[in-house]
């Protein structure tokens, strides 16, 4: 009885020992390294400090917010022989690349080809899938091959043109000129003349404006209507929609003057729900991950899908391989699902299984730029007033372009700060983030006051 009972207890032991080391495995954290250093990585740098499943956090190099979450690391975003010597030291488990650029160069192809870091979860598409983002020609056969909606467009280079110029010529008003590579946001132009439209075009490609980005030259239609940028994780084979947003571009209150990286955002955007986000998912989210997976294109990561509503149709503008900035500082402070285990069911592929779920408020960012930003503008100016300022429950402060510099948060760039807040409309959320910023500053500080502005409610 006694000898029964003592094997009985052990068995059970045994089982109970067995399903503990399961789930001490399962659960075990996650050292984990993000590349970047915008407001984007501090909003997945403050998202993924709320997951049990994170471990020790670095961020390379980040910026004097990311700081505060995690430890930053003096290692550049493209700089992978330093990546790799860092993430053997500190036995990083999951890499999770910010920006296109290490993206487009390959930075995923580094690691997975590499045997001492091939264990390692690195979240972001192969260099060959980066090029939805690298080149404008690629995203645009790629949506031809796939039937998805997009402006009707001609590619150009030296070869042809002559060809081009005559194109140009006879081609609708505005006509579009982009840049084929990356050219920091600079290499879209959408020309009134088509003087102008010839003469961007010979500085792209006879001058080389961008350098080889500019060798070849996508002209395409002008397309009407607003603007939406929709987030999904994916492994080709599952996907989830994370949210989506609506940036403000333009460095001018309603929507006037020079392209920014973004002034502010908003989410949810009114228009995207219902019927036209169904259309979005079936005319042009499916297709492309059919696409990537169809074309065995490997693409563990975000696709941002830069919308435009043309009277309800929903069209493709341009794909981008990675998070939009700031529209992370939107989407995320909405998103309720820990984000290290979506990466983790990105990698695993269990996405089909996990529910996405929102927050039901409205969420607004707006973004504090340097004076003269985004041309000429100068850094090293000592924010003020960030003590105490935005980390209540209705507002976090997102560093951008600041350094710590001698125990002072410094200015380190065009965008230097991103405040996001909750609101039960998008009035609200705006309001508040506006109230903080009204508590900070530094030398040039500007932001725009007038984001969300056509979301206003007609009696507001
Ligand atoms: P892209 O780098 O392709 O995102 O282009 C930058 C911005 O230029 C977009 O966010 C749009 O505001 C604008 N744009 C690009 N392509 C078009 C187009 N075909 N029609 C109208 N606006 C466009
Ligand atoms: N805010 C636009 C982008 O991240 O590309």
Redesign the pocket.
């Known amino acids: 009885m006694f000898a029964e009972n003592t094997q009985k207890f052990n068995i059970q032991n045994f089982y109970w020992q067995t399903t503990l080391i399961f789930v001490q495995l399962y659960t075990v954290s996650m050292d984990i390294l993000i590349l970047g250093s915008g407001g984007r990585e501090h909003a997945l740098a403050w998202k993924m400090k709320q997951s049990p499943l994170c471990g020790k956090l670095y961020i390379a190099p980040g910026n004097a917010g990311t700081a505060l979450v995690g430890t930053n690391v003096p290692i550049g975003v493209n700089e992978f022989e330093a990546q790799k010597q860092f993430c053997l030291q500190h036995n990083i488990n999951m890499v999770v690349v910010g920006p296109e650029e290490p993206l487009v160069k390959g930075v995923y192809d580094f690691y997975t080809g590499d045997n001492a870091l091939q264990h390692i979860v690195v979240i972001g598409p192969s260099g060959y899938g980066a090029q939805l983002e690298g080149s404008?020609a690629f995203s645009k056969k790629f949506m031809q091959r796939h039937n998805i909606p997009t402006?009707a467009y001609a590619e150009f280079d030296a070869t042809n043109f002559e060809e081009g110029k005559h194109y140009i010529a006879n081609h609708t008003l505005p006509v579009?000129l982009?840049a084929d590579g990356l050219a920091a946001?600079k290499?879209?132009v959408?020309a009134t003349t088509h003087q102008q439209a010839l003469q961007v075009f010979e500085e792209m490609i006879v001058n080389r404006q961008f350098g080889d980005a500019s060798s070849r030259v996508v002209v395409?239609?002008?397309?009407?209507g607003i603007?939406v940028s929709v987030f999904v994780l994916t492994n080709t084979k599952e996907y989830k929609i994370i949210g989506h947003a609506k940036?403000y571009?333009r460095i001018g209150v309603g929507d006037t003057g020079l392209?920014t990286g973004g002034m502010g955002c908003v989410s949810p955007v009114p228009f995207a729900q219902g019927a036209f986000m169904e259309k979005v998912e079936r005319t042009i989210i499916q297709p492309t991950i059919n696409g990537l997976l169809a074309e065995n294109i490997v693409y563990n990561g975000f696709v941002f899908f830069?919308l435009?509503n043309v009277q309800g149709e929903p069209m493709v503008?341009?794909y981008n391989c990675r998070m939009g900035d700031p529209e992370t500082e939107v989407v995320l402070p909405l998103l309720k699902n820990d984000i290290v285990d979506l990466f983790l069911a990105v990698h695993e592929g269990r996405l089909n299984k996990t529910d996405i779920l929102f927050d039901s408020r409205t969420c607004a960012t707006v973004v504090a730029v340097s004076g003269g930003y985004p041309g000429l503008y100068e850094k090293g100016y000592v924010i003020e007033g960030l003590n105490g300022n935005g980390d209540g429950e209705n507002s976090i402060t997102f560093h951008a372009g600041t350094q710590l510099v001698n125990g002072n948060v410094v200015t380190n760039g065009g965008r230097v700060l991103a405040v996001s807040s909750f609101g039960n409309t998008i009035t609200e959320a705006a309001a508040s983030s506006k109230a903080v910023l009204e508590g900070i500053s530094f030398n040039g500080m500007y932001f725009r006051h007038d984001i969300g502005y056509e979301f206003v409610p007609p009696s507001v």
Request: glycine fraction near 14%.
């Open positions: 404008k402006a579009v982009k946001g290499g879209v959408i395409e239609q002008f397309l009407d603007e940036d571009k392209n830069g435009i503008i341009e």
